[in-house]
């Protein structure tokens, strides 16, 4: 593998994060540096899940040279500004963790301790009221984000909803495109080098036989590169996590499109709607330890709010991670690199950093134990960073109508997490950290929508008088009202999207 030829890179898999994975390495890297073959089977196929998105996949998409118009048509894609939880911290509740900041700074301090000061006082409304994406949820609006930051219509971000079976068909396209080749057929044997380890060569069932200098396992669940050749191991968080199994089922569509997916705590766990533009996702994701398949069956039915559009499909899984993301000349990416169940919608989003990742500290020699090392390290901070997010859904809860809510309720959580929360309780203050997804904007939506309200707040505030802060919100409140008047529902910009477009390209 010298430097002067390009590397040969083999991606095993074409579901979304297998073609993700090529279409990044072609579309940034140069043809001189890299040569991609993907290898996929249609007679395993693809999980074809995951619709729900968060919104750095506008980067990748605009990284990658897609335009959004023509990703939304072929993905029958709708817009989404953050997720409704159901029933979290008690049955009745509800909240929306926004892809937005809530208010603005008061004081030079973040909005939430004015507010929390100003709900003690009984002056202030739920924290949803300040915050622009959460009130467009609750009226069906959607407009892109202003583009001068002074417009009070720029503090949000948006992400996709997008039909999971069309995403990697759509970029496989993109891909051959810019010189990937794709290859039919079934992996059979994996073959290494008793060296040292790395993979040489990877033998398909009709008998082709694929070298490469790079091997990226984008298989799935299966594993078969990175858990069934290198047996790298597998670490489990079920004993945080104890989701473990899903039924998916598609619907018809009743209503509107709200911009936004919703996930309604149940029994032991909780179901998915997901509004596309032909149909509605929907899913219920359980702990088969604490309810059985039929009623966990029974109880997706039940709450469907269309006609059924095919047979419920079950799926089982284990929350985790691979213990070596990357192990020899193997980076495992997508399901094949751990799963954490889909509550924050954060599967693909963990794909794409793994691809980021690897293309930023692509191998220049023959050595790369560093990057691999860094690689490594990033990913797991990643993981545990989103693992801690999730628990939080689960442990702050006030339920106890059910031996599951009571589990998780009680059950002893990352030190890392316990820290976090003491703090905000105790302070108000959003324990940072130094990398990772999930920003203060989203903790405090959890924080605050499981009933974790800071006991005290920043005392710099007492020297100024309720009036003027309430003054304040108020002037939110306004900026916020005269935003949305200018926006559309959400199904008027889908229906607009083509003339949206041309105004973008000629503005
Ligand atoms: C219940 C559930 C809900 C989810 N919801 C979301 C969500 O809302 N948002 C989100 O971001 N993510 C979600 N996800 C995760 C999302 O589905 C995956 O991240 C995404 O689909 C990527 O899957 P993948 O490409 O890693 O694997 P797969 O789609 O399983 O693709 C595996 C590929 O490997 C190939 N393959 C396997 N073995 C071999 C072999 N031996 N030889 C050749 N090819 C082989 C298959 O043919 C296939 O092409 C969800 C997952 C589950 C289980």
Redesign the pocket.
């Known amino acids: 593998m010298g430097q002067d030829a390009p590397r040969r890179i083999v991606v ?9 994975a090529a279409a990044a390495l072609v579309s940034v890297l140069p043809s001189q540096r890299v040569q991609v073959t993907l ?16 919104p750095h996949l506008r980067h990748f998409n605009e990284t990658l040279g897609i335009n959004e118009a023509d990703f939304i048509k072929a993905t029958s894609a709708t817009l989404k500004l953050g997720i409704e939880f159901v029933n979290w911290a008690r049955k009745g509740d509800s909240y929306v963790h926004p892809f937005g900041d809530f208010g603005t700074e008061i004081a030079g301090l973040p909005f939430h301790q004015a507010w929390t000061r100003m709900r003690a006082a009984g002056k202030a409304r739920d924290i949803g009221a300040y915050s622009l994406p959460v009130r467009m949820c609750a009226a069906n609006r959607f407009d892109r984000p202003a583009e001068d930051p002074a417009d009070f219509a720029s503090r949000f971000g948006y992400a996709y909803q997008f039909d ?1 079976t069309r995403y ?1 068909p759509f970029l496989r396209q993109h891909a051959e495109a810019r010189g990937a080749t794709r290859i039919e ?4 044997t994996v073959h290494c080098d008793p060296e040292t380890g790395d993979i040489e060569r990877l033998d ?1 069932k009709d008998g082709q036989e694929i070298e490469g200098d790079f091997f990226f396992d ?5 594993g ?1 590169l990175i858990e069934q050749a290198l047996n790298v191991g597998y670490e489990d968080w079920s004993h945080w996590l104890p989701c473990n199994r ?1 039924i ?1 089922l598609p619907s018809e569509k009743s209503g509107p499109t709200p911009p936004y ?1 919703r996930a309604t705590a149940h029994q032991a766990g909780w179901l ?1 709607r ?1 509004p596309l533009q032909h149909r509605t ?1 929907n ?1 219920h ?1 359980y702990a088969s330890d604490f309810i059985d398949d039929e009623t966990a069956r029974q109880t997706l039915l039940d709450n469907l709010e269309g006609a059924p559009l095919a047979d419920p499909r079950p ?1 089982r ?1 284990t929350t985790g991670r691979r213990k070596q993301f990357w192990a020899h000349n193997c980076v495992s ?5 751990g ?1 954490l ?2 509550l924050e ?7 794409q950093i793994a691809i980021t990742q690897f293309i930023e500290l692509f191998p220049v020699d023959n050595d790369y134990t560093l990057e691999r090392e860094s690689y490594n390290a990033h990913m797991t901070r990643e993981f545990e960073r989103v693992r801690d997010f999730l628990i939080l859904h689960y442990h702050a809860t006030e339920r106890t109508d059910s031996e599951f809510w009571n589990y998780v309720r009680t059950m002893p959580v990352p030190d890392s997490l316990t820290e976090k929360m003491a703090l905000f309780r105790q302070t108000g203050r959003v324990g940072r950290y130094q990398q990772g997804l999930f920003l203060e904007p989203s903790w405090l939506a959890v924080y605050l929508g499981q009933r974790i309200v800071p006991q005290s707040w920043d005392g710099r505030l007492d020297t100024i008088p309720e009036e003027s802060l309430g003054q304040s919100l108020t002037t939110i409140e306004s900026q916020i009202d005269q935003a949305m008047s200018r926006m559309p529902d959400h199904d008027t910009w889908l229906a607009n999207l083509a003339g949206v477009e041309a105004e973008t390209r000629h503005g």
């Open positions: 095993v898999g074409g579901g979304t994060a297998g073609w993700m290898v996929e089977s249609e007679a395993i196929g693809i999980i074809g899940v995951g619709e729900a998105t968060l999971a990697a057929g079934i992996v059979d398909l984008c298989t799935g669940f299966r078969v899903a998916a997916t998915w997901i996702g899913g994701v799926l899984f990416i997508g399901l094949a690199g799963f169940e889909p919608s954060t599967s693909i989003h963990l794909t």
